[in-house]
């Protein structure tokens, strides 16, 4: 059995009592980062076998977590923050459970894009994620197609590359779409700051940036 469990994105509060549980009764605890997953797990007193699990070495313990699984073992899979799979590992691991027979569970719970799509003002009913933009190759090729994007779309980024990105989104989709630029989300400096592109753009030239971001951007309507 794999357990995709989602971790808080800043506040520890932000995880389920089942999410709770379900670490506590696992063989093993994947962990993207262990030093970030050990403060999750001290902070809840919680103590069981943890290793790595990362996009740097997912295709080299791949087949032994399954070996493993088909052993009997119960497998919870953390990510730093938010829901595995979601910009985080997870799909290559699920997706080798699925084809080899493995019950693989995933339980609701915190990730950054719903609450920053939600407190946007931007509308909901129709939306498409986009995650992180590529950094180089097919970068302004997609920009010119989401130009023409008629839902509201979502994007991560980086706070080194977040002006960088805006002028960007400035240059394909025009000065006065609307936005909202969301940072820290659930944590002590949570911000989110609302307006044109150009004016947001603005604010974070006078202001600099730090911290996790979530771009959420008006479609053509």
């Known amino acids: 059995m794999l357990y995709l469990v989602p971790s ?17 009764k696992a063989d093993l605890i994947l962990a993207e980062d262990t030093r970030t997953s050990l403060k999750l797990l001290n902070h809840y007193q919680i ?19 399954v070996d493993q699984l088909l052993q009997g073992k119960t497998m919870a899979l953390l990510t ?41 003002g931007l509308p909901m009913n129709r939306f498409c994620f986009e995650g992180f933009l590529p950094l180089k ?12 994007e ?15 990105t805006l002028q960007e989104f400035i240059l394909y989709f025009g000065p006065e779409r609307k936005c909202c630029v969301s940072r820290e989300l659930t944590k002590l400096f949570e911000e989110n700051i609302r307006g044109s592109l150009q004016e947001v753009a603005n604010h974070f030239m006078e202001k600099g940036v730090k911290g996790e971001i979530v771009i959420v951007l008006e479609g053509t309507g």
């Open 8 to 24: 808080p994105i800043g506040n520890l509060q932000d995880i389920s009592f089942r999410a709770l549980e379900t670490l506590k």
């Open 150 to 164: 008629q839902r509201t779309m979502v994007f991560y980024e980086s706070p080194l590359r977040l002006l960088k």
């Open 80 to 120: 730093d923050a938010g829901t595995p799979g979601i910009s985080d590992p997870a799909y290559l691991l699920v997706r080798e459970c699925i084809q080899v027979n493995i019950r693989v569970e995933c339980l609701p719970g915190a990730t950054a894009f719903v609450p920053a799509l939600v407190n946007s």
């Open 137 to 148: 190759k097919g970068r302004q090729t997609l920009l010119k197609k989401l130009a023409a």
């Open 47 to 65: 103590i069981r076998p943890l290793t790595s699990f990362h996009q740097h070495n997912e295709h080299k313990v791949l087949r032994h977590l």
